[in-house]
C-alpha cells in the first residue's frame, strides 16, 4: 500500500482528534456526554425553507449540473440582500459567486493565490481552516495574535513591515470563532489602508455576521471604503438559517478575486445542488423573522451559560455574536488538562484553546449549541465539577 502525501502531515488537528478521541471513549463506557464542542447549528431550518427544498427535489428540471456559479437567480439574491443589509451594492456577475458552505471558498481561495512557499497572515487563535488551506497550497504561516488586551482585533502595528510586505493574504473573522470578539467599522477601515500600504489581498470571513446579540449588528468589512478594491466577504448561510448540512454559502467583493476563485473551482466542482440553492434564495429574500427566532434562542442560551458559571465563580466575558462563549480557563490547568478533566468528570465536552493557536491557550471554547434544558444540566455538572477545585 502507498503511503499518503507528506501534506495530509501538515493538517496537524492533534488536540481536535484528542478530544475527539476521548468523547468516544467515554461514551463507550457508557458516559452520558454534554457535547458543547462542536461549532454546528442543532436547530432545524424555517418549515418555509424545507418546503422550497422538497418541493425542488420533487422536480425533474432540478438535477442538472448547476456550474460553479450557480443560477443568476442566487447571485441576483444575495446582491440584493447585501444592498439591504450592508448598504453595499454589488454586481452579481462579476463580484458574487456561490459556494458549497463558506469552507469551499476559504479552503479553496489558498489554491488560487499561494504558490509553495508564499506567505499569508492568520489570525491566531483562529478557526482551523485558514492553517489548513493554507498549508494544502504549501504557503507559510504568519500568525497574528488575537489578544484580549487588544479586544481581540489584531494590532496591525505591530506586524513586521518586511513580513507584511511579503505577505500575500489577510484572513480575518468578526464576529469571531473563536473569541466571539466583533470588530468596529473603523477597524475594518483601518484594514483597507494597511492592505493598500502592503499590497494585500483581505479575506474577511463573515460566517457569524447574522448571528449578534442585545440589538448589536455587526458591519460588512465591504463597507469600509475601499474595501471591495483589496478584498472579498465571505459568507454562510449555515449558521444563519441553520442550513449547515445543505452546504450553502457565497463569497462577494473583488472582481479579479471573484474570478480567479471561481476558476479554480469550476475545476474542482459542478456546482451545487440547484433545489439547495432555491432554498436559500428563497431565505435570504423572504422575511427575515427566522434569524431573529434564532438569535433570542442563542441569547437565551448565552445568558444561561454565563450566570450558571457565574455562580460557581467561573466568570467569562458576554460574547455580543457568534454561536462561541471564550471563557478563560478557571483553575490552574492548561487548557487541554481543563478539558480533558471536565469531559472525563463532568462529562461536558469543550474544546482547549490551544486547538486554535498558541494564542488561545488559558481559555476554552464553549459552543451553545444544545437546547436550555440541557444547557441547564451542563451548568449543574460544572458546578459540582468546580466546587471540588
Ligand atoms: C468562522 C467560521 N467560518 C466558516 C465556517 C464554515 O461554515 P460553512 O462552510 O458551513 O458556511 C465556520 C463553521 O463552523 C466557522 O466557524
Request: proline share 6%; glycine share 8%.
Amino acid at each position: 500500500m502507498q503511503i499518503p502525501a507528506k501534506r495530509l502531515d501538515s493538517l496537524g488537528a492533534s488536540v481536535f482528534s484528542e478530544m475527539d478521541n476521548l468523547r468516544r471513549e467515554l461514551e463507550k463506557a457508557g458516559d452520558h456526554l454534554i457535547n458543547l464542542s462542536i461549532g454546528s447549528p442543532d436547530r432545524a431550518p424555517s418549515l418555509e425553507i424545507r418546503k422550497i427544498l422538497s418541493q425542488g427535489v420533487l422536480e425533474d428540471s432540478q438535477y442538472g449540473y448547476t456550474l460553479t456559479r450557480g443560477t443568476a437567480n442566487f447571485r441576483r439574491v444575495c446582491a440584493e440582500w447585501y444592498l439591504e443589509r450592508f448598504g453595499v451594492s454589488l454586481d452579481p456577475e462579476t463580484e458574487v459567486l456561490p459556494l458549497m458552505g463558506s469552507q469551499d471558498g476559504l479552503a479553496h481561495i489558498f489554491l488560487a493565490y499561494i504558490d509553495p512557499g508564499d506567505l499569508a497572515l492568520i489570525p491566531d487563535p483562529g478557526y482551523p481552516i485558514y492553517t489548513a488551506g493554507l498549508m494544502l497550497a504549501g504557503g507559510e504561516k504568519v500568525a497574528v495574535p488575537l489578544l484580549e488586551e487588544n479586544g481581540f482585533l489584531p494590532d496591525l502595528r505591530t506586524i513586521d513591515p518586511d513580513i507584511a510586505r511579503k505577505a500575500k493574504l489577510m484572513f480575518l473573522n468578526y464576529p469571531n470563532n473563536p473569541t466571539a470578539a466583533v470588530a468596529p467599522l473603523s477597524f475594518f477601515e483601518d484594514v483597507v489602508e494597511f492592505a493598500n500600504e502592503y499590497d494585500l489581498i483581505i479575506c474577511h470571513d463573515a460566517a457569524y455576521s447574522e448571528l449578534a446579540f442585545d440589538e448589536y449588528r455587526p458591519v460588512s468589512f465591504l463597507q469600509a471604503r475601499g474595501a471591495k478594491e483589496v478584498g472579498v466577504e465571505f459568507h454562510s448561510v449555515s449558521k444563519t438559517y441553520n442550513l449547515a448540512g445543505a452546504r450553502l454559502g457565497f463569497v462577494v467583493g473583488n472582481s479579479a478575486v471573484i474570478s480567479n476563485l471561481s476558476q479554480l473551482k469550476s475545476n474542482i466542482d459542478y456546482g451545487i445542488f440547484r433545489p439547495v440553492l432555491s432554498a436559500g434564495a428563497y431565505a435570504l429574500s423572504s422575511a427575515q423573522d427566522s434569524i431573529e427566532e434564532n438569535k433570542n434562542a442563542y441569547q437565551r442560551r448565552r445568558d444561561l451559560l454565563i450566570e450558571g458559571c457565574a455562580s460557581a465563580g467561573w466568570t467569562m466575558p458576554t460574547p455580543q455574536g457568534s454561536m462561541f462563549i471564550w471563557a478563560p480557563v478557571p483553575t490552574k490547568q492548561d487548557s487541554v488538562s481543563f478539558a480533558i478533566a471536565l469531559a472525563r468528570e463532568a462529562g461536558v465536552v469543550v474544546v482547549p484553546g490551544i486547538a486554535f493557536g498558541q494564542h488561545g491557550e488559558g481559555y476554552v471554547r464553549i459552543a451553545m449549541v444544545q437546547e436550555e434544558s440541557v444547557l441547564q444540566e451542563a451548568v449543574q455538572r460544572i458546578q459540582r465539577f468546580l466546587s471540588k477545585y
